[in-house]
């Protein structure tokens, strides 16, 4: 099984689940797919890019493909 952290936005803003990665249009931003999140080995880089870019309405998750 496949593991790693994304970063998610709370419930609070969308009724599905929404992931920092490629969206519908082909570049960076929120999409429904899982797998096209951007995954990231540790939870400190996940939540660096949070920090950076202002996210307050997102958390970092850990998340499993298997």
Request: aromatic fraction near 12%; charged fraction near 25%; include cysteine.
């Amino acid at each position: 099984m496949e593991s790693g952290w994304l970063i998610e936005l709370k419930a609070s803003v969308q009724s599905t689940p929404a992931y920092y990665g490629e969206n519908e249009e082909g570049v960076l931003g929120w999409t429904s797919d899982n797998m096209k999140a951007i995954r990231f080995a540790r939870k400190e880089d996940a939540q660096l890019i949070i920090d950076c870019e202002g996210y307050t309405e997102a958390f970092a998750c850990e998340h499993g493909w298997g």
